[in-house]
């Protein structure tokens, strides 16, 4: 098992046993700080077999006991998404990791695209053996762990009623899930919206998944009334988020705060949405960032190969570049790049208003790459100028008045 690398405060650091043993370790050190008072703790291990990951998930529940935290401290276990290849055929064999015989993989709408296992320990708080089938998503997590510590949380959404028994079903009626994968969404693009027991596809394909958990068999021409309903729930829902069918998120920059944007953020018109590792690791491609200026002026424009405080230059042996370039409104301007600089920083004038920024980096031999990180901020105003210096000066002398002869009286011209 390889090593694991981490980053404190900007210096990597080694670590033995790899990066899930380290999260788990460092873990466990977190929750030795935090026993006096409660406390959150999020471990999101990297990939690892599933056999690791159980063996220190009881680890560190071994761990929360021992500190006689076991019965009042709420375990969560969940994934962060469904599996990559699942029911993936070859040559008349399935492959790939475990679906639970459900079909899809990630990035489709069927169950096995985003369905994933959600466990709960919490033995002052859920009754053991408890099976619970109410629709639900990582977005009833923060309140529900909110409630469990006792704070208050506006908006409802929290399952910790329905944990303990106190409640019949679950916060949602119905649930939207997407894979849209595309910078623009599109109306039923890999879209399946949830019912207990139901599942429509696509606006089209409705399946029952008391009978049919594998989804293996639509029924909508059984249950067209149910069809109707779900299409009439999947329309409010477009509706109430804002219908943005034909509208791209723009990027609000231009205030006071500077804004952080990566190759996730670029418009493309391609069916593909970029990962900032890839273009970190410098496979090609490109795209624009379109921001909304809140205010005209002077902006500093930062491109980065990599996050900020990640050591490591822009240019190397996969990203031979020499310059950088940045396209902004109607500014495309070309600057070299220093010796071992991790960043380059143009200053241009923005309009106020719809717009777009885009930076690459170029080689001698015409290839370019994307810059997959970027900084806008506003340039600061300059310092003031201080008053010119004014010399003390001390008290003023009394001057006594100019003396003025008085003619004698009698004496001068008369009449």
């Given at each position: 098992?390889?090593?694991?690398?981490?980053?404190?405060?900007?210096?990597?650091?080694?670590?033995?046993?790899?990066?899930?043993?380290?999260?788990?370790?460092?873990?466990?050190?977190?929750?030795?700080?935090?026993?006096?008072?409660?406390?959150?703790?999020?471990?999101?291990?990297p990939e690892a077999e599933m056999s690791e990951v159980d063996g220190m998930v009881g680890d560190l529940w071994n761990h929360?006991?021992?500190?006689?935290?076991?019965?009042?401290?709420?375990?969560?276990?969940?994934?962060?998404?469904?599996?990559?290849?699942?029911?993936?055929?070859k040559e008349g064999k399935k492959e790939g990791e475990y679906g639970g015989g459900r079909r899809g993989r990630r990035g489709e709408a069927w169950q096995g695209g985003h369905l994933v296992p959600c466990l709960w320990r919490w033995p002052d708080g859920v009754r053991a053996g408890?099976?619970?089938?109410?629709?639900?998503?990582?977005?009833?997590?923060?309140?529900?762990?909110?409630?469990?510590?006792?704070?208050?949380?506006?908006?409802?959404?929290?399952?910790a009623k329905l944990l303990r028994g106190g409640a019949s079903?679950?916060?949602?009626?119905?649930?939207?899930?997407e894979a849209q994968d595309v910078p623009v969404p599109q109306r039923w693009r890999r879209t399946a919206l949830l019912m207990p027991g139901w599942a429509l596809v696509n606006g089209e394909a409705l399946y029952d998944l008391r009978r049919d958990p594998g989804q293996r068999a639509a029924v909508s021409e059984r249950w067209p009334e149910r069809v109707k309903e779900m299409n009439g729930l999947y329309d409010r829902w477009w509706r109430e988020t804002g219908g943005i069918e034909t509208k791209p998120v723009r990027l609000r920059c231009g205030g006071a705060e500077a804004?952080?944007?990566?190759?996730?953020?670029?418009?493309?018109?391609?069916?593909?949405?970029e990962w900032p590792e890839d273009i970190e690791r410098g496979r090609p491609g490109e795209g624009a960032w379109l921001v909304e200026v809140e205010e005209a002026g002077v902006m500093l424009v930062t491109l980065r190969r990599r996050p900020a405080g990640v050591a490591g230059g822009i240019a190397d042996e996969t990203v031979p570049a020499v310059t950088a370039r940045l396209r902004a409104g109607t500014v495309d301007e070309?600057?070299?790049?220093?010796?071992?600089?991790?960043?380059?920083?143009?200053k241009v004038k923005l309009p106020a208003g719809a717009g777009s920024v885009q930076g690459?980096?170029?080689?001698?031999?015409?290839?370019?790459?994307?810059?997959?990180?970027?900084e806008i901020r506003r340039e600061p105003p300059p310092p003031p100028v201080p008053a010119p210096a004014v010399p003390a000066t001390g008290p003023v002398p009394a001057v006594p008045p100019p003396s003025?002869?008085?003619?004698?009286?009698?004496?001068?011209?008369?009449?």
């Open positions: 098992m390889e090593d694991a690398w981490w980053l404190v405060d900007g210096k990597r650091e080694r670590r033995k046993g790899g990066m899930a043993a380290a999260c788990f370790e460092e873990a466990q050190n977190f929750i030795g700080r935090h026993v006096e008072k409660p406390f959150l703790c999020v471990v999101s291990p929360v006991s021992g500190l006689g935290l076991g019965r009042s401290t709420l375990l969560v276990v969940t994934a962060l998404t469904a599996t990559a290849s699942a029911g993936v055929e408890t099976r619970e089938g109410a629709l639900a998503s990582v977005m009833e997590l923060a309140p529900t762990v909110a409630e469990a510590a006792g704070w208050k949380w506006q908006g409802g959404g929290s399952l079903e679950g916060p949602r009626p119905f649930l939207v899930v804004v952080t944007v990566s190759a996730a953020d670029w418009y493309s018109r391609g069916e593909r949405l070309v600057m070299a790049i220093p010796a071992n600089a991790e960043s380059v920083t143009f690459w980096w170029q080689g001698k031999d015409g290839r370019s790459w994307g810059a997959g990180f970027a003025v002869p008085v003619p004698a009286e009698g004496v001068g011209g008369g009449n």
